[in-house]
């Protein structure tokens, strides 16, 4: 018997070091990590110990006798992983990392987010070194995108929050909430107090379709919609056109899964979640009973994994709908899935779509419709949106790469609700460098870079403001631990300022400049009252949408 990874994983690997039998691939340093969907365990080396069972933040992890149906793919699709990548030793995870030495005192860091970088970051530099860390958001909670831009009825992924909770039950460690960035505190202050700053502020700006109509009433950007049922302060005012049947989805990215899948979802599949109150009550008197996602290019370079695009097979009361002619694959991408040495998860995706494309749709059940090779031209409409007139594509093989072009060939689909999702850019942060093409802040290896291309002492990054939206929740793990290494070795290497002023002035400066500030106390009081007002109506929270009823509730719970 041998233990499987599932649809769950999220990229984290805590379980890769744990394995006494080193056969969890691929592991952080391995090339193929950066792009991997998921990790894989060998059947023909696990020993049954159940190590990485304990380890998962998320439980994807499960004994293969104890899979759950909707589940059970995945025993094949850990062992085919292993038939194109034989498991090879890799001593490398046995070593011990350098910590600094005694002589060199504490090391102070301040991080800005809250994140899951941030928090992964400060998990690293917690086990690494003698040090204290002041952890900032804007927000009066913590935990970034795994509060507010995890699906709500993925309630395992929110798991990863949890667990920072515990690890940071430390002195060393302190929150400081409801703090914002270049409003109460700019990189002076906080460099005066700490010997580095890390920057872990996400990458929040959704990218533009740059086209007619993309500003009519009824099209959002596919994030807003995200923060708005995830209860997130800045968008609970928020209000969706939902009185249309058909929504139109810009964007076939996981997060456009998630998009469509809570589109459709009946109401008492959410009631159990942490769904924001005001979404789950509008969505009871949702219209829609179509979503159509459009992907530019064809099912091989779809940019949803093939784990949550499995999932869809047990989504209840929803067809999948696929137009078989859309899934004729051109030379270069049939070359692409023939190749030996390529993922098994790619080849699955187009697997799955062959699957669901000989499936017999029901007109009496809500469908997502799932579109190739298109592109949105225009939205249609005067004041609202009334359509989406699409434009078929072809793949075209330039430099190396296959890029969709537009063809001749357009159609219109009527549609009330337009939600674009294709990606995110970071915002420059005051102070700083920034790369405006790649939206991002320059740097190597997480140090940042001004504009004679040498480290700024003391600046660090990490998570999509470091590499772009690229990655899921666990790949700011190996990410997160490659910026703290280059702290610790600047440290080591006595490169970075002494800090002008202690921990205990920086707290009174920030109360100073912000009298609301929220203490890690304050967060637990607000964290232990959501859970509260979720016990009634068996839900594992009810967020809180108001950051002045939150400061309240840090102060007087």
């Known amino acids: 018997m041998a233990f499987v990874i599932t649809q769950r994983c999220c990229n984290d690997a805590s379980c890769v070091p744990e394995c006494p039998v080193d056969c969890i691939r691929p592991a952080p340093d391995h090339e193929e990590f950066a792009t991997t969907e998921m990790l894989y365990i060998d ?3 696990c020993i049954d110990c159940g190590a990485c069972v304990d380890a998962c933040p998320v439980g994807a992890i499960y004994s293969e006798d104890d899979l759950p149906e909707s589940m059970e793919r995945y025993k094949d699709i850990n062992a085919n992983y292993f038939e194109r990548h034989p498991l090879q030793p890799d001593l490398s995870i046995l070593e011990t990392p350098a910590r600094p030495p005694a002589e060199l005192g504490t090391l102070r860091v301040a991080i800005v987010g809250a994140g899951p970088a941030a928090c992964y970051a400060a998990e690293e530099l917690l086990s690494r070194a003698d040090v204290e860390v002041d952890m900032l958001d804007r927000l009066p909670t913590p935990f970034g995108l795994i509060r507010a831009g995890v699906a709500p009825d993925h309630l395992a992924t929110k798991g990863v929050g949890p667990m920072f909770d515990e690890k940071f039950d430390d002195e060393a460690f302190r929150f400081h909430l409801n703090v914002e960035f270049g409003t109460h505190l700019t990189h002076e202050h906080l460099i005066r107090h700490h010997h580095a700053v890390l920057y872990a502020v996400g990458a929040f700006d959704e990218r533009r379709l740059d086209i007619p109509g993309e500003d009519l009433k009824g099209s959002h950007p596919a994030s807003e919609f995200v923060a708005w049922y ?14 249309g049947e058909r929504a139109v989805i810009v964007g076939n990215g996981n997060v456009a899964l998630d998009v469509a899948r809570i589109l459709l979802l009946e109401p008492d599949e959410l009631e159990t979640t942490d769904i924001a109150d005001h979404a789950l009550e509008a969505l009871k008197d949702s219209n829609i009973r179509e979503v159509v996602l459009l992907g530019r290019r064809g099912p091989v370079q779809a940019s949803y994994s093939s784990s ?14 696929i137009d078989e002619r859309e899934l004729e694959l051109d030379p270069p991408s049939r070359a692409v899935i023939e190749d030996s040495e390529v993922e098994p998860a790619l080849t699955l995706k187009v697997q799955l779509a062959q699957e669901y494309a000989k499936r017999s749709a029901d007109p009496d ?30 793949l075209v093989e330039a430099d190396g790469e296959l890029r969709a072009t537009a063809t001749d060939e357009t159609e219109d689909l009527e549609a009330s609700l337009v939600l674009c999702s294709i990606g995110f850019r970071g915002r420059p942060l005051v102070d700083l460098p920034f790369d405006d093409h790649l939206g991002i802040v ?4 997480g140090r940042v870079l001004g504009d004679d291309g040498e480290p700024l002492v003391g600046a660090y990054v990490a998570g999509w403001i470091k590499r772009g939206s690229t990655g899921t929740i666990g790949t700011n793990k190996h990410c997160a631990g490659e910026t703290v290494e280059s702290i610790l070795e600047d440290f080591m290497a006595e490169r970075l300022d002494t800090p002008a002023a202690d921990r205990d002035s920086f707290e009174k400066l920030v109360s100073e400049r912000q009298p609301d500030v929220i ?23 009810v967020k809180f949408t108001d950051i002045a009823e939150m400061v309240d509730v840090a102060r007087n719970a």
């Open 43 to 45: 059947p023909e080396t």
């Open 230 to 243: 995830n209860g997130h302060p800045d968008y609970a005012d928020m209000t969706f056109d939902l009185s």
């Open 308 to 321: 949550e695009f499995l999932a869809f097979s047990y989504l209840p009361g929803v067809d999948i709908v």
């Open 365 to 394: 059940r809500k469908r997502i419709v799932f579109r190739y090779l298109v592109s949105p031209a225009e939205i249609l409409g005067s004041e609202h949106v009334e359509g989406v007139r699409i434009v078929k594509n072809e």
């Open 442 to 445: 320059p740097n190597a290896d």
């Open 519 to 541: 203490s890690g106390s304050g967060w637990h009081r607000i964290d232990e009252a959501e859970q509260k007002r979720g016990e009634s109506t068996g839900r594992p929270r």
